[in-house]
């Protein structure tokens, strides 16, 4: 039975958590996130440097939890840093347990911010060292798509290939064809900023708080709910695309839409919002309803853009399965609008998304991801045989 502590540090999150084997599928026991997000606020997003030295403080106390709470088998949750009150017995108890039951050590080894890979890299490689265990590198964006695999989430899911995958956080965004295990094609990626980035620079301009998305999604809703209202009959906006012009007082681009490729582009999109809030500036300072309409429209482009160009990927390449994973697929509009707009192709096809918690960064996904390697026996290597990359590519 496979036992994993999987590690996790490659941008904003210090994550450890443990998985296990029941019935040769992997379970999540413990999953253990220190976020660094009231840190980052304070300067509108993340400071490399800021970010690593988080990472130090948080390294240990966040593996010694996950530690902790596999061994009182609680079900997985996710803690802030400041429960983590670590007892001498409940350290001495961890150290046994990473002693007699681990077997395994997972961790992300890239892509990401170098400073922050490193601190994960190297407790994962001195615990290998002093452990005498295998360590099994594992890329970040491999972590995102086994994210949307845990049988719970999706009880459906029985690894039918080829599965298509969009992957879309702060930092990328990517449709790529999962041929097999541990196989991909990079069918199209972003050409310059990645979604989550682009809600988060929105949020900046509208002078809202960090991470935008989750700010974006909310006053996004606002505004849809109260179209809906001014028009009840027939209208259903979770259902359509469609908001009819007259009630919205802008309609952002969707750049690239239409250019028969599965890349994304986003810039143009923030640069037209740029624009929409200097020229509303000019006659009065933003209003709550300025900033409801326009994280709506801005949502808008965004859901047609990924929903179109993941239903053109199902029509080319066939898939048996479409996932969604990624920071952003902790947002349930999108996720609507991408399931809606992939059953048009094939009425077959359900939208697999990870469980709560584990759309953004964590190392539960890391460890999952590990654990098809270690069963496929790939990947394992000796604690001096790995290295870190800050600009890993996923390669099949
Ligand atoms: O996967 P993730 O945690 O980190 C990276 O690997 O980049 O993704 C973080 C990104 C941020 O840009 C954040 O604004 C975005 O995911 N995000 C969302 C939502 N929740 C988080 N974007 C849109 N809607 C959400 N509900
Ligand atoms: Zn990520």
Same mark, same amino acid.
């Given at each position: 039975?496979?036992?994993?502590?999987?590690? @996790?540090?490659?941008?904003?999150?210090?994550?450890?958590?443990?998985?296990?084997?029941?019935? $040769?599928?992997?379970?999540?026991?413990?999953?253990?996130?220190?976020?660094?997000?009231?840190?980052?606020?304070?300067?509108? $997003?993340?400071? &490399?440097?800021?970010?690593?030295?988080?990472?130090?403080?948080?390294?240990?106390?966040?593996?010694?939890?996950?530690?902790?709470?596999?061994?009182?088998?609680?079900?997985?949750?996710?803690?802030?840093?400041?429960?983590?009150?670590?007892?001498?017995?409940?350290?001495?108890? #961890?150290?046994?347990?990473?002693?007699? @039951?681990?077997?395994?050590?997972?961790?992300?080894?890239? /892509? $990401?911010?170098?400073?922050? +890979?490193?601190?994960?890299?190297?407790?994962?490689?001195? +615990?290998?060292?002093?452990?005498?265990? &295998?360590?099994? /590198?594992?890329?970040?964006?491999?972590?995102?798509?086994?994210?949307?695999?845990?049988?719970?989430?999706?009880?459906?899911?029985?690894?039918?290939?080829?599965?298509?995958?969009?992957?879309?956080?702060? $930092?990328?965004?990517?449709?790529?064809?999962?041929?097999?295990?541990?196989?991909?094609?990079?069918?199209? !990626?972003?050409?310059?900023? #990645?979604?989550?980035?682009?809600?988060?620079?929105?949020?900046? +301009?509208?002078?809202?708080?960090?991470?935008?998305? /989750?700010?974006?999604?909310?006053?996004?809703?606002?505004?849809?709910? *109260?179209?809906?209202?001014?028009?009840?009959?027939?209208?259903?906006?979770?259902?359509?695309?469609?908001?009819?012009?007259?009630?919205?007082?802008?309609?952002?681009?969707?750049?690239?839409?239409?250019?028969?490729?599965?890349?994304?582009?986003?810039?143009?999109?923030?640069?037209?919002?740029?624009?929409? =809030?200097?020229?509303? @500036?000019?006659?009065?300072?933003?209003?709550?309803?300025? *900033?409801?309409?326009?994280?709506?429209?801005?949502? !808008?482009?965004?859901?047609?853009?990924?929903?179109?160009?993941?239903?053109?990927?199902?029509?080319?390449?066939? &898939?048996?399965?479409?996932?969604?994973?990624?920071?952003?697929?902790?947002?349930?509009?999108?996720?609507?609008?991408?399931?809606?707009?992939?059953?048009?192709?094939?009425?077959?096809?359900?939208?697999?998304?990870? #469980? !709560?918690? +584990?759309?953004?960064?964590?190392?539960?996904?890391?460890?999952?991801?590990?654990?098809?390697?270690?069963?496929?026996?790939?990947?394992?290597?000796?604690?001096? @045989?790995?290295? =870190?990359?800050?600009?890993?590519?996923?390669?099949?």
């Amino acid at each position: 039975m496979i036992k994993i502590l999987a590690i @996790e540090t490659s941008c904003d999150e210090t994550a450890a958590a443990v998985i296990t084997e029941v019935n $040769g599928n992997p379970q999540i026991v413990s999953n253990v996130i220190s976020s660094q997000i009231d840190l980052h606020k304070k300067t509108g $997003g993340v400071v &490399p440097e800021v970010a690593s030295r988080a990472h130090m403080e948080a390294i240990v106390p966040v593996v010694i939890e996950a530690i902790i709470s596999a061994i009182n088998n609680q079900t997985p949750r996710n803690n802030n840093q400041e429960n983590i009150n670590t007892t001498i017995k409940q350290y001495n108890n #961890a150290i046994s347990f990473l002693q007699k @039951e681990i077997d395994y050590i997972a961790v992300t080894t890239g /892509p $990401g911010l170098i400073g922050s +890979l490193l601190v994960g890299f190297n407790a994962a490689k001195t +615990l290998s060292y002093a452990l005498n265990l &295998p360590i099994v /590198p594992i890329n970040h964006i491999e972590g995102h798509i086994y994210s949307a695999f845990t049988k719970a989430t999706n009880p459906e899911n029985n690894f039918k290939f080829p599965i298509l995958v969009l992957t879309v956080s702060g $930092g990328h965004t990517s449709l790529i064809l999962m041929k097999d295990h541990n196989q991909y094609q990079i069918l199209g !990626e972003t050409i310059d900023d #990645a979604v989550g980035e682009a809600y988060d620079k929105v949020a900046k +301009l509208l002078g809202l708080g960090y991470p935008g998305g /989750p700010i974006i999604a909310k006053l996004a809703a606002q505004f849809r709910e *109260r179209l809906s209202e001014k028009r009840p009959a027939k209208s259903d906006l979770r259902s359509t695309l469609d908001a009819r012009r007259s009630d919205v007082g802008v309609v952002f681009p969707r750049p690239i839409l239409n250019d028969g490729t599965f890349n994304f582009s986003l810039s143009g999109l923030k640069t037209a919002v740029l624009r929409e =809030v200097i020229e509303r @500036e000019k006659n009065a300072e933003l209003t709550l309803g300025d *900033r409801e309409e326009i994280a709506f429209a801005f949502e !808008e482009s965004v859901a047609e853009i990924l929903s179109k160009k993941t239903a053109a990927a199902v029509a080319k390449f066939l &898939p048996k399965a479409v996932s969604f994973v990624g920071g952003v697929s902790a947002n349930g509009y999108l996720r609507d609008k991408i399931e809606l707009e992939i059953k048009k192709t094939d009425d077959k096809l359900s939208l697999l998304t990870p #469980a !709560e918690g +584990l759309s953004g960064d964590n190392a539960a996904m890391i460890g999952l991801a590990a654990f098809y390697h270690i069963k496929r026996n790939t990947s394992i290597c000796r604690f001096n @045989e790995i290295k =870190v990359n800050s600009n890993l590519k996923l390669v099949g």
